[in-house]
């Protein structure tokens, strides 16, 4: 089974969708040059960074963990 690879404005636009709130393209990038999130499983691939869409969850862990992403008050984002 194909792994499916999203670009990190394809993150950001999907996790702003699901979220209902702004994920900037930017906010991920720095979480990747910080080594919050695994470089190894989003590689650099012909210039771009590349995201496996099964590591999503991860992403919104560390956005949430930065502060950058809060949770509402019925505990939901």
């Known amino acids: 089974m194909a792994v499916e690879l999203l670009s990190v404005s394809d993150v ?3 996790l702003t969708g699901q979220l209902g709130r ?3 393209p930017r906010d ?3 979480l990747l040059y910080d080594r919050e999130l695994r470089d ?3 590689p650099i691939v012909s210039g771009r960074r590349v995201i496996p869409r099964d590591y999503l969850p991860m ?3 560390a956005l949430r963990r930065r502060g ?3 949770t509402s008050r019925g505990g939901r984002p």
Do not use: G, N, P, T
């Open 12 to 14: 950001a636009r999907e």
């Open 22 to 24: 702004e994920v900037r």
């Open 28 to 30: 991920i990038s720095r």
């Open 40 to 42: 190894d499983l989003c």
């Open 59 to 61: 992403i919104v862990m």
């Open 68 to 70: 950058w992403l809060q």
